[in-house]
């Protein structure tokens, strides 16, 4: 079974409506700036993907792109513009950045409440705590893919390939606040399929294509593929085609609930950040220390 991240992201928006029609009766109008700092092929699809998904939500958007000749401090100094701009509920800082640029040191800079990104140290914390107020859009992107699955989580044996500080280490935290018995691989990692294996849930972010092959899956297992990689295109070596980090085909044909790329973690990733939007703005207008309601309430 294919895990459909577009369908799932359209039901998301359906879910979450009325949210944003609530602050629109208070007056409150989400907005969510992106700022991109030179072009980054690579950042053009979650761009497009940003744009489209905050006009079909009904999100004002607007970009704002930085010479790629910006220095950090250019940066900070839109940054700091925007934070100080009311009518800017979320903003988004679009990484890789050009080199020189520390993205660390320069999204510190993101107020906490209009870090819809998730990626702030003080929002990542509440990951930590168990209780999210705004977390990493991918991670959260994986666990409503796992939720949709309908993969009970308690006591699971869950395996995160990967353990970036986006997505596999916040993942490995939304897994264990869900008491799945949850094992982090990374590139060190001596036997991989050893653990692989082992995994009721298998989620891999890595970004290399067909690290994950068939006979490192226990049949059945749900697989969420993070991974974005740009291959030869099979049938037209003059192009290339997107692919994810294990073999989709025959993981399907395996019997396993499996996350497509395109078409699984990406859709879905933009959908946490519009949610993060309405959040942000929710927090902007209310009491900031308020509790966010749980993320994934059906669990
Ligand atoms: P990263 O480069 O920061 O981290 C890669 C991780 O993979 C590291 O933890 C590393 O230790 C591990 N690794 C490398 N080689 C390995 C190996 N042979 N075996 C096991 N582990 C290995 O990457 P990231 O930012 O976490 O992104 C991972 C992938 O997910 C990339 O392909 C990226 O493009 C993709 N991504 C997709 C989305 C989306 O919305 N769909 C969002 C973020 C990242």
Same mark, same amino acid.
């Given at each position: 079974m294919e895990l459909d991240g577009r369908a799932l992201a359209e039901r998301i928006r359906a879910r979450e409506a009325p949210r944003l029609e609530a602050l629109r009766r208070q007056g409150i109008h989400p907005s969510l700036l992106s700022i991109e700092v030179g072009e980054n092929p690579?950042?053009?699809?979650?761009?497009?993907?940003q744009r489209r998904g905050a006009e079909a939500w009904g999100i004002e958007y607007r970009m704002q792109r930085l010479p790629a000749s910006s220095t950090e401090d250019d940066v900070r100094d839109a940054l700091a513009e925007a934070a100080a701009d009311a009518r800017v509920t979320g903003i988004l800082l679009q990484c890789p950045l050009p080199s020189g640029l520390s993205a660390r040191a320069l999204q510190h800079e993101i107020p906490p409440h209009k &870090?819809?990104?998730g990626v702030h140290p003080e929002n990542l914390g509440t990951v930590v705590h168990g209780r999210p107020r705004l977390a990493p859009c991918t991670a959260m992107a994986v666990m409503e893919l796992v939720a949709s699955s309908g993969l009970a989580l308690?006591?699971?044996?869950?395996v995160v390939v990967g353990h970036s500080e986006i997505v596999g280490k916040p993942v490995a935290l939304l897994?264990?606040?869900?008491?799945?018995t949850t094992t982090v691989c990374h590139k060190f990692t001596k036997d991989l399929a050893s653990h692989?294996?082992?995994?009721?849930l298998l989620v891999v972010a890595v970004g290399k294509a067909r690290l994950v092959t068939a006979d490192m899956v226990k049949p059945g297992a749900v697989v969420v593929d993070v991974g974005i990689n740009a291959v030869r295109d099979?049938? &037209?070596?003059?192009?290339t085609v997107i692919v994810g980090d294990v073999d989709t085909a025959a993981l399907l044909?395996?019997?396993?609930?499996?996350s497509p790329v395109p078409g699984g973690v990406g859709p879905v990733t933009v959908a946490m950040l519009l949610r993060n939007t309405l959040v942000a703005a929710e927090r902007a207008y209310s009491d900031p220390e308020a509790e966010t309601p749980p993320l994934?309430?059906?669990?």
């Open positions: 690579s950042s053009e699809s979650y761009l497009r993907g &870090d819809v990104e308690q006591g699971c044996e869950a897994l264990l606040a869900q008491d799945a692989t294996r082992r995994a009721d099979p049938k &037209d070596p003059a192009k044909a395996k019997g396993c609930a499996v994934f309430p059906d669990l």
